[in-house]
């Protein structure tokens, strides 16, 4: 059997992510439906993230399947020494689908090796979380109306931040022009920089955040910058209140901007923005669930077809 | 045959494997895993050599290695050389080639990368067989050939 398991995006061509992202569309158009009923899905939580879970747990239901698995791996095997091995041979053979979340980082690879039954990675470490670059490339092209030609301004912690770095090897299909700002202790790393500079996508690094910097963007991508990934306590307190995204400092931006955020947010966005019509982050979580139903259907082998007409139903 | 290799006693078949770093010699004598085996086996070590100043070399009696057996060399002495010996002639000279994916020889060098908590195989792929970059085929971390542990 084809192993159809989404464990990185990287493995996608562009006519694969333009294909769930129009999957995608068609389960925001009707997200209630029968599509998986009469199958099991499992969410296997090795590493608390309830809003992952309930994300997927969500599309899951409104597609007419049902949800087993477990949020805490304190209450599971895994803590009396079981293999990861023997925990997913033996869900595998009850689910149609495993979805896992896991602290180790290639934990999702192994598992789709293990066994047939298709697995989504909904996060291995600081390596992988391909469900939720889905969901912000859903959020681009839905607010930009084309994923080409565009100028991503990612703002934060760009060296630990892994969706920044998913999400910017995604966008190399797409001509896209990144701005990194970010304080030097937490700039990009070189590795992708020089991914940047492999694949001819340009970029700008900048460690101003002003209104000034932001002027072009097209969308801002947010992210937290915290204290734990400091060495100097002194650096953070310096840099802390730069990367703060204020509402004032909108007033100039393109009037296509949109303002996006992995969640959950701290300090770096100001409450004021939320207001604001450009503020985007939480219809992008949102967006999350019909990305997800894109990736539930497409591991078990529905076409986009088969999306279409079930959608011809109700 | 030249007085270089005649430092050790002659072998009738077999395999000479030349030209190895002195500090690897007990790591390629556990990677062909010379361990256990039954064969004739001279290893020589500090030996003089007009490349390397000092060498090592192992001749195996009776025994000629796998592409697959030599190719786990490549991560720790990539230049050595192995002549194959009949009846005291050398038949075929053999360089170690580097293979695109390097198993169950290597140990990922992070801590949190599946492979390091679970009873498994790993599995590399040669990112850049010249500077001999690895990548972890699990955790996709790389590596360069200085940082390698083998397993």
């Known amino acids: ?27 925001e158009k009707k997200p209630n439906r029968k599509i998986l009923d009469g199958k099991v899905v499992a969410t296997l939580f090795f590493e608390p993230s309830t809003r992952t879970r309930l994300s997927f747990e969500t599309a899951a239901n409104r597609l007419g399947a049902r949800v087993i698995g477990f949020t805490d791996p304190k209450a599971t095997s895994s803590s009396k020494g079981e293999t990861l091995k023997d925990t997913i041979i033996m869900v595998g053979n009850y689910a149609d689908i495993i979805v896992m979340r896991h602290y180790l980082e290639g934990a999702a690879r192994y598992a789709s090796e293990v066994i047939d039954t298709p697995i989504v990675n909904a996060g291995d470490g600081s390596n992988q979380h391909p469900s939720q670059t889905m969901l912000d490339l859903y959020s681009i092209y839905k607010t930009q109306g084309t ?19 998913s999400l910017l090897m995604a966008m190399r299909h797409f001509n896209p022009t990144f701005h990194f700002i970010a304080p030097d202790e937490l700039k990009m790393p070189e590795e992708y920089k020089l991914y940047c500079r492999e694949h001819g996508i340009k970029y700008v690094e900048h460690t101003d955040f002003d209104e000034k910097t932001i002027a072009e963007a097209d969308i801002l991508y947010m992210t937290r910058v915290q204290r734990e990934r400091f060495t ?31 969640l959950p947010r701290v300090n770096e966005i100001a409450y004021d923005v939320d207001e604001n019509p450009k503020a985007y982050y939480f219809q992008q979580a949102q967006n999350g669930l019909y990305a997800r139903q894109a990736i539930l259907c497409d591991v078990l082998g529905i076409t986009l077809e088969d999306v279409i007409e079930d959608g011809k139903k109700y | 045959m030249n007085k270089e290799e005649l430092q050790v006693v002659a072998l009738k078949n077999g395999t000479v494997i030349d030209h190895i770093p002195t500090d690897k010699l007990f790591t390629v004598v556990s990677l062909l895993g010379l361990k256990n085996s039954e064969s004739n086996i001279t290893i020589g070590n500090n030996l003089t050599s007009k490349k390397l100043g000092k060498k090592g ?20 002495a990539p230049n050595v050389k192995l002549n194959i010996i009949h009846n005291y002639e050398v038949v075929e000279k053999k360089q170690v080639i580097m293979p695109d994916i390097v198993k169950g020889i290597v140990k990922c060098n992070n801590p949190k990368c599946i492979t390091n908590n679970e009873p498994m195989t790993t599995i590399f792929h040669v990112i850049n067989k010249e500077s001999g970059v690895l990548k ?15 397993l």
């Open chain 1, 1 to 27: 059997m084809e192993n159809r398991s989404l464990v990185t995006i990287a493995e996608h061509s562009k006519e694969k992510i333009l294909y769930l992202l129009e999957m995608a569309r068609e389960f």
């Open chain 1, 147 to 165: 994923l080409e030609n565009l100028n991503i301004y990612m703002v934060g912690d760009l060296k630990y931040g892994r969706t920044v770095h």
């Open chain 2, 57 to 76: 070399l192992i001749k195996v009696a009776d025994r000629f290695f796998t592409d697959e057996e030599i190719s786990r060399l490549s991560v720790v």
């Open chain 1, 232 to 262: 100097d306590l002194m650096e953070y307190e310096r840099v802390k209140d730069v990367y703060i995204l204020k509402n004032d400092m909108l007033k100039n931006t393109r009037p296509n901007l949109r303002i996006l955020h992995p």
């Open chain 2, 136 to 150: 972890c085929h699990y955790c996709e971390k790389e590596q360069n050939k200085e940082a390698i542990k083998l």
